[in-house]
């Protein structure tokens, strides 16, 4: 038994990503940075910047540099897939922590709030033209005291996290409401990643031969 589906990179290095396309049944292959590629410097958001325009601005950067590494390792053609991930607040976007005490500060903010989650997911087909989709989730966390969030970050989970919390981890604990899309919140959204899929010719459920 085979499938006909072309070659699916995933232009990222969160395992949660690729732990999630295999969910749908995917066979993704990582198309990761070189170490000397200044990956970080893609997620800094411009001053000013809506949180929904920075997610969709730095997930087609990350398509468009998977793509330019797929083409300089001369790798055979495939469909490329990447994602960004942010939570804002007031305003504001709140991305990974540097250290505790930015995560102490977040968490702190978001306690006993409602904050949105956004993933913009992008795929760019064979033909090198790209689709995005963005997905946006609304989450209220439960009135935190100092002694529990200090308790969290200790078990490191806040780390490589945007917001500093993580809904698959312990952090549920705290979640008192949450509406959208649970797989975008923990980082692809994957009714509109099967639908982005679909379109670039990659098929999920359709098993050849
Ligand atoms: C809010 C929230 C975020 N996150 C994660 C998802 C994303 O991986 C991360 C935001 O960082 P991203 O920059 O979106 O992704 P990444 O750096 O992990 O991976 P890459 O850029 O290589 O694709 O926050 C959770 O895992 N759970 C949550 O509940």
Redesign the pocket.
């Known amino acids: 038994m085979h499938t006909l589906n072309p070659i699916l990179y ?5 395992p ?2 690729q732990a999630l396309l295999t969910q749908l049944g995917a066979s993704p292959q990582p198309l ?2 070189a170490a000397d590629e200044d ?1 970080e410097a ?2 800094a958001p411009l001053a000013g910047e809506p949180a929904a325009a920075y ?1 969709q601005r ?2 087609t950067l ?1 398509a468009a540099a998977a793509a330019a590494r797929r083409q300089q390792r001369h790798l055979p053609a495939g469909i490329i897939l ?6 804002s607040f007031a305003g504001e976007i709140l ?2 922590p540097a250290d505790a005490a930015a995560a102490q500060t977040m968490l702190a903010r978001l306690s006993g709030q409602t904050h949105e ?1 956004l ?1 913009a997911v992008v795929v760019e087909n064979l033909r090198g033209e790209r689709r995005l989709s963005l997905s946006t989730s609304q ?1 209220t966390l439960a009135t935190l005291s100092a002694a529990e969030i200090a308790a969290y970050i200790a078990t490191g989970e806040p780390f ?4 500093s ?5 312990r ?1 549920a604990m705290f979640v008192t409401h949450a509406s959208g899309s649970f797989s975008g ?4 959204p994957l009714h509109e990643t099967a639908t982005l899929l679909a379109w670039a010719g990659y098929s999920l459920l359709t098993v050849a031969t």
Do not use: F, H
């Open positions: 995933l232009a990222s290095q969160s949660r990503r990761l940075a990956v893609l997620e997610v730095v997930a990350k990447s994602a960004d991930t942010t939570v991305g990974k989650v993933t989450v490589g996290k945007a917001g919390y993580a809904l698959q981890g952090a919140i923990i980082g692809l």
